[in-house]
């Protein structure tokens, strides 16, 4: 069954750094997401993107962060200065509809020091 | 958003079929009910998604009153491996535009042995 892959499962990063997660959705999606979750708490929505835009952002998705589909197969969110509390778990997400289903990556570690 | 809730934990035995409801009162004539899966540092899964009725697949049954104020997820014959937070999601159906998931705290659903 085809996946959403994350890279890399574990980024350990200091603060006032740039950090890139990539993801590499299922290969005929069209929606494309990040959400995030903070140890022992919520899945929090991030982003969603579609038609090489953003469709909807959260107030969390402020200035320091951005989205790219670089190419036909990734898909990046940048943290331009990570501060400690960008540390979390962030997940990738991909859909061949809006909004629903939507397939899962495992997530990358974010852990800022 | 239709806004849904769920009880925060629940405790089964190997083999034993397993309810977890979920109430969204205010829920809209174009929402669907969706269940999502996680377990620890993974993913959200998704489990299944229906609209009236009952839905059934591989993996678990939904159950939907003809008033749709409720829903019922029920896995069948749960393992220890089932352990994991299930969340219930109501969102409308729309394309055009990537919308978010909207993720509550979810019930932990503890197996044992």
């Known amino acids: 069954e085809p996946e959403v892959t994350q890279t890399p499962s574990h980024q350990v990063t200091q603060m006032g750094q740039e950090v890139i997660l990539r993801c590499v959705p299922i290969s005929n999606h069209l929606y494309f997401y990040w959400y995030r979750q903070i140890l022992g708490q919520k899945v929090e929505f991030l982003v969603s993107?579609?038609?090489?835009?953003?469709?909807?952002k959260s107030e969390i998705f402020d200035d320091q962060f951005s989205v790219e589909r670089p190419d036909g197969s990734n898909f990046t969110l940048k943290i331009r200065s990570t501060k400690l509390e960008d540390s979390a778990m962030y997940f990738c997400a991909s859909g061949p509809e809006s909004p629903l289903p939507q397939h899962f990556g495992d997530g990358t570690r974010l852990s800022i020091l | 958003l239709a806004k849904t809730t769920q009880p925060i934990s629940m405790d089964s035995y190997e083999g034993q079929e397993v309810n977890i409801t979920c109430s969204h009162n205010n829920i809209a004539t174009n929402d669907y009910i969706t269940w999502y899966q996680q377990f620890p540092s993974q993913g959200p899964r998704f489990i299944i998604q229906?609209?009236?009725t009952k839905v059934t697949n591989e993996v678990a049954s939904l159950f939907i009153p003809a008033d749709r104020k409720s829903s019922t997820l029920s896995l069948p014959r749960v393992s220890l491996s089932d352990t994991a937070v299930y969340y219930c999601l109501v969102r409308p159906i729309s394309s055009g535009s990537a919308r978010q998931l909207t993720f509550g705290s979810g019930t932990q659903l503890t197996v044992l042995p």
């Open positions: 229906g609209y009236k």
């Open positions: 993107f579609y038609n090489n835009e953003i469709s909807e």
